[in-house]
């Protein structure tokens, strides 16, 4: 019922101009989005790198229906590459890309095309991509899509969620040399069928993954805010003698900014996940929309800096 409630609202231009225009509005922007314009994602780049922290940049905007928008996605990342490496934040700071943008939905061969231009463009500056994961049915569309751009460029990254009941096998899969990989819980609505339903399944899944990466010879990179979890991910990096570069910890832009430096303190590599664009009521709606009790764990990271 909340889920449906949030959905309407996402859909609403007059929700979202009430929303854009209330007070406690600009307070969650700007601790969750880095700002509408490329220049507000190099100024939160540079903070992040001088406080020692690891970046990847997501342009928000999921909702690609045409080409032009697709080619326009495309172009917004092939800038702020340049960009990134004209400021020296490369290779601190690389790109996250979501296929969907890309136009995927419509045109898989474009969606990979444009990916492949980004990838090179991330290569030229010095750094890399990562693929973002989305909805079950696009799983084996990202990864085939993954596997095409690896041939040319190895260290594209992928996502694989751990609700999936299939993610163990893709672990094992992908978990071979030089494979980087971010593992994150999932956020998607998805039916029992194909997705574990409890917090407690996905958590122990979560686990397995993380034990199937961390003995492999790829790059893990976990994306995870939950206590248990980074301390279970600790305990498996001293277990498998994994060091500092070995793997990497991820965590969302303004979300425990203090277990982020902590982190780095500690002489971990920790990634923020650092969403910027027009699209900033979306990207909140949707994440709310995928799993309603984001709202509180979105309340929460307002009213506390842990």
Known sequence: MLRSVILAASRSSRVERLVATAPFSRDVVRRFVAGAKTDDALRATRELVDDGLAVTLDHLGEDTVTPDQASATRDEYLTLLRMLADAGLTPA??????LSALGQAF?????????????AAADAAGTTVTLDMEDHTTTDSTLDILAKLRKDFPSTGAVLQAYLRRTESDCRELASAGSRVRLCKGAYKEPESVAHQSAREVDKSYVRCLNILMSGDGYPMLATHDPRLIAIGEDRARWFDRGPDGFEFQMLYGIRPEEQARLVGEGYTVRTYVPYGDDWYGYLMRRLAERPANLAFFGRALASRK
């Open 93 to 98: 700071a690389e790109v996250s890309v979501k």
């Open 107 to 119: 045109d898989e061969q474009l969606a990979c095309d444009n990916a492949r231009a980004i990838c």
